[in-house]
């Protein structure tokens, strides 16, 4: 983490959040948010109160935005891979900010979906946000969905069963939280068992079942 402290996007990172918190301190009589270094971009305010959704959403444009659209665009997965790459570890920074944090993961999930080494850094940016906070998570399940299916479909042979086992896992888990009666959720398990025929999961499962007993 020292790095961070040297790291001019770092600063401008803090120097941003400080400031959007500061006038909407300002606006809203509410006590400025003091300046903390690099600790500080990812602290809560006092009270418990974050950054706003819109207030995340300007922050990663004015620190990532160009880059982002530039990475978006380009036909190197190589790009991409390495701003998601900067994006999670700017997450990482970022627990104490549920709506920053979010962000980076959702713009970590459409970039790191581009490149074929891209599903790790998916995986363990959407665990973090199912961690930090659960409501973010189930709010952005459609989009961490829609990165898997991406990186599903373009998957080699050697990477399909993988991304398959995420993606029947993540359709699991959207079935899960509706109730059984939700034609939702049997469309999500309909798409779980899609898959697991696909991939051949069911007959592994059946398999290591049959093993075990």
Known sequence: MLHLLVDPAWRAFSRHVVEQWNRRGENEKAEPYSRGGVAGAG???????GLRADEA???????????????????????????????????????????????????????????????????????????????????????????????????????????GEALIEAFQQQADARKADDPNAAEFLRKALTVATAIGSLSRRTSRTSSAS
């Not at 602290?43 to 109160?49: D, F, K, Q, S, Y």
Request: net charge neutral; charged share 25%.
């Open 43 to 49: 602290r809560c305010v006092p009270g418990g109160a």
């Open 57 to 163: 959403a300007d922050v990663f444009n004015s620190l990532y935005g160009d880059d982002y659209r530039k990475a978006l665009a380009s036909r190197d997965s190589n790009d991409g891979r390495a701003l998601a790459n900067k994006l999670y570890a700017a997450a990482l920074s970022s627990k104490d900010q549920p709506a920053l944090l979010a962000v980076l993961c959702e713009k970590t999930w459409e970039l790191a979906g581009k490149d074929p080494a891209g599903l790790p850094i998916i995986m363990d940016s959407e665990r973090l946000l199912a961690t930090v906070s659960p409501a973010k998570r189930q709010e952005l399940a459609d989009k961490f969905i829609d990165a898997l299916n991406r990186f599903y479909a373009a998957a080699k042979p050697a990477l399909r069963n993988d991304v």
